[in-house]
């Protein structure tokens, strides 16, 4: 497994790297790599055909932007990313794990706020978005209380929906729905 990736050199440009943790089906990693040509995206998700589906679509398409990843992000993370070598970091439709028993299998936790602080640039942020808003709640709490992110309380729900320019697949399944989506940004906090 490649260690602290220099990404300038992987993508072969020194365009910003933003990350999606969890990339499910790649519909949200694809869109906004393809809305954003000027930005690098890479997605790490646990499922192994969801990571072999889309490197062969990058190789298919020649998406020169894109890289997946199969495995833990909890243990990728830490391995692939230097310090301040990420941009933006997109949460999209986690598992709530609904069971008590289940809760410390939530993808945020304080070690890898950790992490993912380490990694970001001074300027990067987090967006979280879920359809259950007890769970955006409890990383709403979980983030405050670890210190390194601070939300954003300005922008609205349509504001972060036009910055995205991407839908993951289970937004577009909730929005045909007509069920509700949770989002919020919280910006990494400037180092003392």
């Not at 243990?75 to 986690?94: D, E, K, T, Y």
């Not at 995205?164 to 697949?169: E, N, P, V, Y």
């Not at 929005?175 to 003392?192: C, D, E, H, N, W």
């Given at each position: 497994m490649?260690?602290?990736?220099?990404?300038?050199n992987?993508?072969?440009?020194?365009?910003p790297?933003d990350?999606e943790?969890?990339?499910?089906?790649?519909?949200?990693l694809?869109?906004?790599?393809?809305n954003?040509?000027?930005?690098?995206?890479?997605g790490?998700?646990?499922?192994?055909?969801?990571?072999e589906q889309?490197?062969r679509?990058?190789?298919?398409?020649?998406?020169p932007?894109v890289?997946?990843?199969h495995?833990?992000?909890?243990?990728?993370?830490?391995?692939?990313?230097?310090?301040?070598?990420?941009a933006?970091?997109f949460v999209?439709?986690p598992?709530p794990?609904?069971k008590?028993?289940h809760?410390?299998?939530l993808?945020?936790?304080?070690p890898?706020?950790d992490?993912?602080a380490q990694?970001?640039r001074q300027?990067?942020?987090?967006?979280?978005?879920t359809d259950?808003?007890e769970l955006l709640?409890a990383?709403?709490?979980?983030i405050?209380?670890h210190?390194a992110?601070?939300?954003?309380?300005?922008t609205?729900?349509?504001?972060?929906?036009?910055?995205?320019?991407?839908?993951?697949h289970?937004e577009k399944k909730?929005l045909?729905?007509?069920?509700?989506?949770f989002?919020?940004?919280?910006y990494?906090?400037p180092?003392?």
């Amino acid at each position: 497994m490649p260690h602290n990736i220099q990404w300038a050199n992987y993508f072969n440009n020194e365009n910003p790297v933003d990350l999606e943790i969890g990339t499910g089906r790649t519909h949200f990693l694809f869109e906004r790599a393809l809305n954003f040509p000027e930005r690098n995206i890479v997605g790490v998700e646990w499922k192994f055909q969801f990571v072999e589906q889309a490197n062969r679509r990058i190789i298919r398409e020649g998406i020169p932007n894109v890289a997946a990843f199969h495995g833990n992000a909890w243990l990728l993370i830490p391995l692939l990313f230097a310090p301040n070598s990420i941009a933006q970091v997109f949460v999209n439709f986690p598992d709530p794990w609904w069971k008590m028993r289940h809760k410390k299998r939530l993808v945020l936790n304080e070690p890898f706020l950790d992490a993912l602080a380490q990694r970001m640039r001074q300027d990067g942020f987090l967006v979280i978005q879920t359809d259950v808003r007890e769970l955006l709640e409890a990383y709403g709490s979980l983030i405050k209380n670890h210190g390194a992110f601070k939300p954003d309380l300005l922008t609205d729900q349509q504001a972060i929906t036009t910055k995205l320019k991407a839908k993951s697949h289970r937004e577009k399944k909730c929005l045909s729905q007509a069920l509700p989506i949770f989002r919020q940004i919280f910006y990494k906090k400037p180092a003392l």
